[in-house]
């Protein structure tokens, strides 16, 4: 009798535990169809002027976990429809931030730029920098991985070549593709290194408040050394509990408090 118990509670604990696996199966397969459907919804009450709705459908998307330059770029299309700039501009840059190439998402940027305040002049960057990021930007860390992965396979081929052939013009051949193929395979890991840590730690942020006055401190009574406006980029430099260092495009520093940044 305690046997036959046993085999029922094993029957039983076995059915649950199919049963909850297949719930989680279920659940994991609802959870990208309602993600599409969400964004189906919003791009069509895009599309009817419903920048209201639209907006609740794509937060939702974002809410769930979800993340891609499309997602935030007609998020801010929407945002900028409804007149709210800084927060158009906060969407544009997130798209940007993993679509740097992507023309329509610089071109609606610069749009939304034009509505704001503070027209601050860049500092220009050092060619040697900007020209190392202007290539980690041209492919995704997975493009990166992937072509990494690609050519290490084929400087294997050619070092096959070198170790296995008889030929001394093949020996040459071989060894000498084999070392720039792996040279190339390492600058395409340190490209995907970069990217990677371009997106995950970025340090730009938009000012969301009216008005700010930036302190020379970290605290109410500080100098304030100038005036930002809603909408413009700012470079998060450190952090003293509820304040955040920044700098401006023009080189400038100075103290915000954190409610009236938005991070990108």
């Keep these: 009798m305690i046997i036959k118990n046993r085999r029922v509670n094993i029957r039983v604990l076995i059915c649950f535990m199919l049963l909850c696996f297949a719930s989680t199966v279920s659940f ?6 309602r993600a599409d459907s969400l964004v189906v919804s919003g791009n069509q009450h895009y599309m009817n002027r419903e920048y209201e709705q639209a907006i609740d459908c794509y937060t939702r998307v974002i809410g769930m976990g979800y993340s891609a330059s499309a997602l935030y770029f007609n998020l801010g299309n929407a945002y900028y429809k409804q007149g709210d700039y800084p927060k158009a501009i906060l969407y544009y840059e997130k798209a940007r931030l993993l679509d740097p190439v ?53 400087s294997l081929a050619a070092f096959f ?32 290194h970069k990217r990677k840590q ?4 970025s340090q730009g942020a938009i000012v969301i408040a009216p008005v700010v006055n930036v302190k020379s401190s970290p605290d109410e009574q500080g100098t304030s050394v100038f005036v930002l406006h809603e909408g413009t980029r700012v470079v998060l430099l450190d952090s003293v509990q509820q304040w955040k260092e920044v700098k ?13 940044l938005a991070k990108i």
């Design 102 to 154: 992507d023309e329509d998402i610089s071109q609606n940027l610069a749009i939304a730029n034009t509505r704001i305040v503070d027209k601050i002049e860049n500092i220009p960057e050092f060619f040697l920098k900007r020209w190392l990021g202007g290539l980690a930007v041209l492919l995704s860390p997975d493009q990166w991985a992937l072509m990494s992965l690609v050519i290490f396979a084929l």
């Design 248 to 260: 401006i495009p023009d080189g400038n520093k100075g103290w915000i408090q954190e409610r009236d």
């Design 28 to 33: 994991a397969a609802e959870v990208p169809a």
């Design 198 to 201: 371009l997106i995950r730690h």
């Design 161 to 192: 070549l070198f170790m296995f052939t008889n030929s001394y013009g093949l020996k040459k051949f071989g060894f000498t593709a084999g070392i720039i193929l792996i040279a190339i395979s390492l600058t395409g890991i340190l490209f995907m």
